[in-house]
């Protein structure tokens, strides 16, 4: 053995030998390790065998494909230095060696927050104090808050109390080349809009933009990168007029000129990409019937799916509760149609080819969707969709939950590695007790969803 100095096998007892003597599992670690000891010997003994081959290869060769080994170099207590190789049984990726995701490679896949005390609206990814990491930042009916992820745990940094303004939606977006990211959210006093603008600033969310009449949303453009839009309300049509992109100077938000989508696209619910990769961008958008369609930029509707996606319970209001007996005197009824908000989508290049996929929320609905006041959403997931020139093909999807997905967002999170998919859970909806409702954030590694969708072939195709 002098040709290996001193060499020490160190058996890892935990996840080698099972828990029941005399198994067949012992029996062949037994047989890989008696290949260990006899190789050795043999190779302690050939004057062809030198230092260049490692050790650690002849046990690694030995044990075969059920055993990992790797050598290493450390002194005992009398100062020797010598090598150990340590041994443990290859498992399957996430696996333990009882069968079950092991803690370590869950949590890898998967990380879950603890449950939040709010009816979570929705939810934004970015640097809002500027320290270099992202923040997420959720609303509820009436307030902002803005927690940091630290020790695996999410931690409430700052607060603000929007008053009676009922919030629709929440983006965080860096505009400017001065200060962070800030915080753009749509928001109605009572029929009225009166969105506004958060920054990060002495430990506190301030506003620096009020009372913007606009419905704000931040889209990312494939050639452009974030872009802030923006689109007024009417009082014949909830959306009126076409979709505006606006530039953020500071202390107001100033209207660039109109965005070149058909006037029937409204600003909340739509995306644009190269979904053929073939460098000319299609739109795709949720429908007021959770359907998913595609047009050209030109407007022509190509495709509208049969499946349901997106799907929301809330509402844009067309005026106070003290003002709508009034208004409903002189509006038709399919004026009076309650309006709901068209959640979060969006397109990306997931896996390099160049054609765009498409992000989507899909939930089913207790009352199938014939109830126009009470969809009752459950089963929440987020789909990575494929267009192949004439259906859309669902390729890979989180898991369904029980409650209700209301946002998510691609992005890299502090702690956790690669690009996650995070999503905003709504865990359970108490009408009868608000203060009791559950929210819950979750972050996907992105990477592992979509090679789980490509290992299973994908998934179906909506509507089969």
């Known amino acids: 053995m002098s040709a290996f ?25 037994s047989d890989s390790l008696a290949g260990v000891v006899d190789s050795l010997d043999r190779r302690a003994q050939d004057p062809l065998f030198s230092d260049s081959l490692k050790p650690v290869q002849v046990v690694s060769d030995a044990l075969g494909e059920h055993y990992n080994s790797e050598q290493l170099t450390e002194k005992n207590d009398s100062g020797f230095k010598g090598s150990r190789i340590v041994i443990s049984e290859r498992r399957p990726e996430g696996r333990s060696s009882s069968g079950a995701e092991s803690r370590h490679s869950d949590g890898d896949r998967v990380w879950k927050s603890q449950e939040l005390d709010l009816l979570a609206v929705g939810m934004g990814i970015g640097d809002v104090d500027g320290d270099g990491q992202n923040e997420i930042v959720v609303i509820d009916p009436h307030n902002v808050y803005l927690y940091r992820l630290s020790a695996g745990k999410l931690n ?56 913007f009449d606009y419905f704000l949303r931040v889209i990312v453009y494939p050639s452009q990168g974030p872009i802030l839009l923006g689109q007024k309300k009417g009082l014949r049509n909830m959306y009126d007029g076409p979709v505006y992109r606006l530039t953020d100077k500071g202390d ?55 499946a349901f996606y997106g799907g929301s319970d809330v509402l844009l209001r067309w005026a106070g509760p003290e003002k709508q007996t ?30 765009q996929q498409i992000i989507v929320i899909s939930h089913s609905s207790k009352t199938m969707r014939l109830l126009g006041r009470s969809k009752m959403l459950e089963e929440g997931q987020v789909l990575g969709l494929l267009w ?22 691609v992005e890299k999170l502090p702690e956790l590695s690669g690009v996650r998919l995070v999503t905003l859970e709504r865990k359970k909806t108490d009408w009868l007790a608000f203060l009791r409702s559950k929210s819950q954030i979750r972050a996907y590694d992105l990477p592992s969803l979509i090679r789980e969708g490509l290992e299973g072939g994908g998934r179906r195709s909506p509507g089969d």
């Open 5 to 29: 100095h001193r060499v020490f096998v160190i058996l890892l007892v935990a996840g080698i030998f099972p828990a029941s003597p005399g198994s067949s599992g012992n029996s062949q670690f």
């Open 156 to 211: 409430r940094v700052a607060e603000y109390s929007a008053r009676t303004l009922e919030l629709k939606s929440v983006d965080v977006a860096k505009f400017r080349k001065q200060g962070p990211a800030r915080i753009y959210v749509s928001a109605q006093n009572r029929g009225t809009l009166a969105s506004f603008v958060l920054e990060y600033r002495n430990g506190a969310l301030e506003p620096v933009i009020r009372d």
């Open 252 to 306: 107001q938000l100033a209207l660039e000129g109109r965005f070149g989508i058909p006037l029937k696209i409204p600003v909340f619910g739509f995306t644009i990409g190269d979904f053929e990769g073939k460098r000319q961008p299609l739109i795709a958008v949720y429908d007021r019937n959770d359907h998913l369609r595609i047009y050209s930029p030109d407007g022509k509707r190509m495709y509208v799916s049969k």
């Open 326 to 355: 009034s208004r409903d005197s002189i509006r038709s009824d399919d004026e009076k149609d309650d309006v709901y908000f068209r959640p979060r989508i969006m397109s990306m290049d997931i896996d390099g080819d160049k054609a």
């Open 388 to 409: 192949n020139g004439d259906a859309l093909d669902e390729k890979w999807g989180t898991p369904k939950l029980e409650g209700t997905i209301t946002d998510f967002a």
